[in-house]
């Protein structure tokens, strides 16, 4: 016989934002199914109705788009197992129930939680682990229809028949739990509402799904999951659980770490393909080779279950870090001006939109500061200099006070101010040379005081680069003007004056 075509899926609950573990799944998936040349189901888990929103939906949608993770089936493009939406398939579950209930593998249950709370108090006294006694499941079927038909309302549960629970993990190798550490569990609520294990199951078997890869926080509850694949007859898929992220303290990793949302990566300035690199390398290396820089195709080919680890991954900003600058350097740069512009937009240095005069002279700008940024959003800060000095420090200050920092100061305003046009690296370097000369003062005693003036601080991006970026953009229409040299000597003598 041969083997069906691998069918995997992702099925996040719309109750909060993508976070990095939830988003690393999503990936394996994703990779497994290209890897294997197998479908990607993506399922939307909003059983819970206080918790689940739309909007989350959305945004979850949005993330995987933008990781670049698209699925064959599921919400907006449908598929042979439609509807994808859980809260829309309440009717399929419920049919299961009539099935199991009729077959005599589920029970009604009557107990109240008055009841149910005496055994656990009692189990807790006899330090006992607390399991439902199976009292219903004595319930004569007659019995329980005729109370149920007369109104009363009734959980149901699974009657777990007394085996190991088995199952064979591709991460953790061979898992068995005890049939009591499941005891007979509760499958539908007496508000009608069935449990997550109990959905699950009857959608990754309903689906097709052959391997079931997901986060190991999920895996206390897949011996349930087995014994309902059991009580309908239906093959087990196969499992991977993946470990837990921590964070560099080694707890698991949350929102103390700081920022884990894909939405939040995004908005710092993470590349989709440096996220989507760092998640595959959490938990998973390719085969034989210490290589740390994938593309997408590159991951699609390399990427096998069997690589991945059942040891906890340590997240690991500088390494995401080191990829995104890899991914960067990369990438077009019509592309990083389109992720970088609305930076600058929001902080009204750049307009709204672009013109191509604007366009090529802040690509120079990106030139010159993206190799030293490890976001994006690191780039204003980084260019700070051209639109917004920094304000002289103390220390800078008393520097230009210096005996030989007033000479210096002197003679190159004089020079910039003599000037009648504009200012080319080239004659930039005649009129320091100029000062060097006339001063006396050279190396950095001349080039901090410089610095300082044209912006704010003594240390910064070389002149060369410099001087025309300030002459060029001086000359744009820009919403917070870029100044000339000559307009920053200007500037600078004006503040001095006061002073
Ligand atoms: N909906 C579950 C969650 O978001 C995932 C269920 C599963 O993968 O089995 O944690």
């Known amino acids: 016989m041969s083997n069906p075509t691998p069918r995997v899926r992702f099925a996040p609950s ?3 934002m993508l976070h990095v573990g939830n988003a690393r799944t999503a990936l394996y998936n994703w990779l497994f199914a290209r890897h294997t040349g197998g479908d990607f189901v993506l399922r939307i888990e909003d059983t819970d109705v206080e918790r689940s929103e739309a909007r989350y939906e959305t945004q979850l949608i949005e993330d995987l788009r933008w990781l670049g ?46 009841e149910l709370e005496q055994e656990r108090q009692l189990a807790l006294q006899e330090h006992r682990t607390q399991m439902y006694s199976g009292k219903c499941r004595a319930l004569a079927t007659s019995e329980a229809e005729t ?79 087995v014994a309902i694949y059991q009580a309908f007859g239906w093959q087990l898929p196969q499992f991977a659980h993946l470990s837990t992220i921590l964070g560099s303290d080694r707890e698991r990793l949350s929102k103390r770490h700081g920022a884990t949302s894909v939405a939040s990566f995004r908005e710092m300035g993470i590349l989709p393909q440096a996220l989507a ?28 279950l069997e690589r991945v680890t059942p040891s906890p991954a340590v997240f690991d900003w500088d390494k995401l870090h080191w990829l995104n600058r890899h991914v960067i350097k990369q990438t077009p740069l019509p592309e990083l001006r389109a992720l970088s512009w609305p930076y600058f937009a929001a902080l009204h240095w750049l307009p709204p939109h ?15 500061f993206l190799p030293a940024v ?45 000037e009648p046009g504009g200012l080319t690296p080239q004659r930039f370097k005649e009129l320091m040379n100029e000062v060097k000369v006339e001063t006396g003062v050279k190396g950095k005693d001349l080039f901090h005081p410089v610095r300082i003036i044209l912006t704010g601080a003594h240390s910064g ?25 000559r307009e920053r000597v200007e500037a600078f003598i004006a503040s001095s004056v006061g002073s």
């Open 14 to 16: 719309p109750t909060g």
């Open 69 to 114: 993770l698209d699925w064959s089936e599921g919400p907006l493009v449908g598929g042979p197992y439609a509807p994808y939406r859980q809260s829309e398939r309440m009717e399929i579950y419920q049919q299961h129930t009539d099935r199991l209930l009729r077959e005599g593998k589920a029970y009604r249950c009557f107990c109240t939680a008055e």
């Open 147 to 225: 109370r149920a038909a007369a109104g009363e309302s009734f959980a149901v549960r699974l009657a777990v028949p007394d085996a190991p629970l088995r199952f064979h993990d591709i991460v953790r190798g061979d898992v068995e739990f005890a049939s009591e550490t499941v005891s007979d569990f509760i499958l539908v609520r007496s508000t009608g509402v069935p449990v997550y294990n109990y959905v699950v199951t009857i959608d990754d078997a309903l689906m097709q799904i052959t391997h079931v890869i997901r986060g190991d926080d999920h895996i206390s509850n897949t011996p349930r999951q």
């Open 277 to 304: 690199n760092y998640l595959a390398l959490l938990g998973w290396g390719a085969e034989g080779g210490t290589r740390e820089t994938f593309t997408r195709e590159e991951l699609i080919a390399e990427f096998k």
């Open 354 to 368: 672009a013109t191509a005069a604007i366009d090529a002279w802040f690509d120079r700008v990106l030139e010159l």
């Open 374 to 418: 490890d976001q994006l959003q690191q780039l204003p800060e980084k260019a700070t200099a051209l639109w917004k000095p920094a304000p002289v420090t103390q220390e800078d200050a008393s520097l230009l006070a210096s005996e030989a920092g007033e000479r210096v100061v002197r003679a190159f305003t004089a020079k910039i101010l003599a």
């Open 461 to 485: 991006p070389e002149f060369d680069k410099l001087i025309p970026l300030l002459e060029d953009g001086s000359k744009l229409d820009l919403p917070t003007h870029v100044s000339s040299v």
